[in-house]
């Protein structure tokens, strides 16, 4: 067995986990199992632990090393742990040289001794981003990610993660066009940008660049990018070139997934969220009159402390309020050292019972998306021989097509699940 990445949470997680691969594989890493955590609930920890375990039952080998966010904030739950052999904060995992030491250290003639055991620096020292161009990433996919920026300078009271990715860095807007010049004459169809509070890229940057600017110069330097998508971002934070190019440029997907939180005012004030209920409804009102046929996601979070069923209701609207597509759905998870673990709690049978009205009210919208569908003709992205997905991120289920080409696609109706129909003759 060669180095094998278990990754836990998000996409930029999954972006960094090739990254560690290049540079563990590089190192001359073998029989390793890398477990790429998350922190963002206490679940997602325990997950992490559970898969440890199990893993090391399965290969006893095999040596384990963890890393990623939960790694960061909880270095020495993981140290503690019999089953594994290194933990590596989240700056060490992007740097070949710590994966160049963690093979020293396995190799040594006595082991991997407890001062070893822990290479985690503090996050919050890090000012800089290297951009990781993968020449093996994903290779032959149609879709592949960008990361533009890490870090988050907001402290939500209920997030843990900025302790475990410290401030905003942005990789310079030259940097980030060169990346998806490349990626694109590499065949790649459709490039996501992303990061860990994607709208606050560039303050860190000379000349302070917003992320509208950046989209900007990627759609107008690589013209040959036939599909550019962003993922989740905080919408008091959208710039005004942001809205313009998601006006007047096709190439940039109608699919934005909304950071939102709660849709009740007091709650988002304890959450030390910057926006209100008004404006997650009006500027999603502003992006329909720009590209009436965007799709909307969201992140929500139930049982947030103090919040009153009257409270939640008002996060219940919001679904037909902003008309969301997709919905993330978070029972509130008491993450120690938030401001937020020292509010009332909600009972817990209170949070899973309104977590599970949220899934079903997403539930119920995506089916209404899916028959709104029907008729229509989308531009898919073939992902597989048996999946696309059109501009709106819809699924669609399709038999013998070339991944990567993007087919112009009549949707005929639905399985609940995946849009059907027929794909028309090649552009």
């Given at each position: 067995?060669?180095?094998?990445?278990?990754?836990?949470?998000?996409?930029?997680?999954?972006?960094?986990?090739?990254?560690?691969?290049?540079?563990?594989e590089?190192?001359?890493?073998?029989?390793?199992?890398?477990?790429?955590?998350?922190?963002?609930?206490n679940?997602?920890?325990?997950?992490?632990?559970?898969?440890?375990?199990?893993?090391?039952?399965?290969?006893?080998?095999?040596?384990?090393?963890?890393?990623?966010?939960?790694?960061?904030?909880?270095?020495?739950?993981?140290?503690?742990?019999?089953?594994?052999?290194r933990?590596?904060?989240n700056?060490?995992?992007?740097?070949?040289?710590?994966?160049?030491?963690?093979?020293?250290?396995?190799d040594?003639?006595?082991?991997i001794?407890?001062?070893?055991?822990v290479?985690?620096?503090?996050i919050?020292?890090?000012?800089?981003?290297?951009?990781?161009l993968?020449?093996?990433?994903?290779?032959?996919?149609?879709?592949?990610?960008?990361?533009?920026?890490?870090?988050?300078?907001?402290?939500?009271?209920?997030?843990?993660?900025?302790?475990?990715?410290?401030?905003?860095?942005?990789?310079?807007?030259?940097a980030?066009?060169?990346?998806?010049?490349?990626l694109?004459?590499?065949?790649?169809?459709?490039?996501?940008?992303?990061?860990?509070?994607?709208?606050?890229?560039?303050?860190?940057?000379?000349?302070?660049?917003?992320?509208?600017?950046?989209?900007?110069?990627?759609?107008?330097?690589v013209p040959?990018?036939k599909r550019?998508?962003?993922?989740?971002?905080?919408?008091?934070?959208?710039?005004?070139?942001?809205?313009?190019?998601?006006?007047?440029?096709?190439?940039?997907?109608?699919?934005?997934?909304?950071?939102?939180?709660?849709?009740?005012?007091?709650?988002?004030?304890?959450?030390?969220?910057?926006?209100?209920r008004?404006?997650?409804?009006?500027?999603?009102?502003?992006?329909?009159?720009?590209?009436?046929?965007?799709?909307?996601?969201?992140?929500?979070?139930?049982?947030?402390?103090?919040?009153?069923?009257?409270?939640?209701?008002?996060?219940?609207?919001?679904?037909?309020?902003?008309?969301?597509?997709?919905?993330?759905?978070f029972?509130?998870?008491?993450?120690?050292?938030?401001?937020?673990?020292?509010?009332?709690?909600?009972?817990?049978g209170?949070?899973?019972?309104?977590?599970?009205?949220?899934?079903?009210?997403?539930?119920?919208?995506?089916?209404?998306?899916l028959?709104?569908?029907?008729?229509?003709?989308?531009?898919?992205?073939?992902?597989?021989?048996?999946?696309?997905?059109?501009?709106?991120?819809?699924?669609?289920?399709?038999?013998?097509?070339?991944?990567?080409?993007?087919?112009?696609f009549?949707?005929?109706?639905?399985?609940?699940a995946?849009?059907?129909?027929?794909?028309?003759?090649?552009?």
């Amino acid at each position: 067995m060669g180095v094998e990445i278990v990754t836990f949470g998000c996409r930029l997680n999954a972006f960094e986990s090739e990254v560690i691969r290049r540079e563990a594989e590089q190192a001359g890493l073998t029989e390793t199992i890398v477990i790429n955590s998350c922190a963002v609930t206490n679940e997602a920890v325990a997950q992490a632990r559970q898969s440890i375990r199990k893993l090391k039952r399965e290969r006893p080998a095999a040596r384990i090393v963890v890393t990623g966010c939960a790694a960061q904030t909880q270095a020495g739950m993981f140290a503690e742990m019999a089953e594994v052999d290194r933990v590596l904060g989240n700056d060490e995992k992007m740097r070949g040289d710590a994966w160049r030491e963690t093979r020293a250290a396995f190799d040594a003639p006595f082991g991997i001794g407890n001062s070893e055991k822990v290479a985690v620096a503090d996050i919050m020292a890090v000012t800089e981003m290297a951009p990781h161009l993968l020449d093996g990433f994903a290779r032959g996919l149609p879709r592949v990610f960008v990361q533009v920026q890490n870090g988050c300078d907001h402290r939500c009271t209920f997030c843990i993660i900025p302790y475990g990715r410290g401030n905003s860095r942005s990789v310079p807007m030259g940097a980030v066009v060169d990346q998806v010049r490349t990626l694109v004459e590499r065949g790649h169809a459709e490039i996501v940008l992303t990061g860990v509070d994607l709208t606050s890229y560039g303050a860190d940057l000379p000349g302070a660049p917003k992320l509208g600017q950046l989209t900007r110069q990627i759609l107008r330097h690589v013209p040959e990018l036939k599909r550019l998508r962003i993922s989740s971002i905080d919408s008091i934070e959208a710039d005004r070139d942001l809205l313009d190019v998601i006006a007047d440029d096709i190439r940039l997907m109608p699919h934005l997934h909304l950071s939102l939180q709660s849709g009740d005012d007091m709650i988002l004030k304890r959450m030390k969220r910057r926006h209100s209920r008004k404006h997650a409804i009006d500027f999603c009102a502003q992006l329909r009159r720009l590209r009436p046929d965007i799709a909307f996601g969201a992140d929500i979070i139930a049982g947030f402390p103090t919040e009153t069923e009257e409270m939640f209701a008002r996060s219940l609207d919001l679904v037909a309020e902003c008309d969301l597509t997709f919905l993330h759905v978070f029972p509130y998870s008491k993450r120690p050292g938030t401001p937020a673990a020292r509010m009332p709690q909600v009972e817990g049978g209170a949070i899973k019972e309104r977590a599970r009205r949220l899934r079903a009210a997403g539930e119920a919208a995506l089916q209404r998306r899916l028959v709104a569908e029907v008729g229509a003709v989308r531009e898919v992205l073939i992902e597989s021989d048996m999946q696309g997905r059109t501009e709106h991120f819809l699924p669609v289920a399709i038999s013998e097509e070339i991944p990567g080409t993007v087919r112009p696609f009549t949707v005929t109706g639905h399985d609940g699940a995946r849009l059907i129909g027929s794909v028309d003759a090649v552009r």
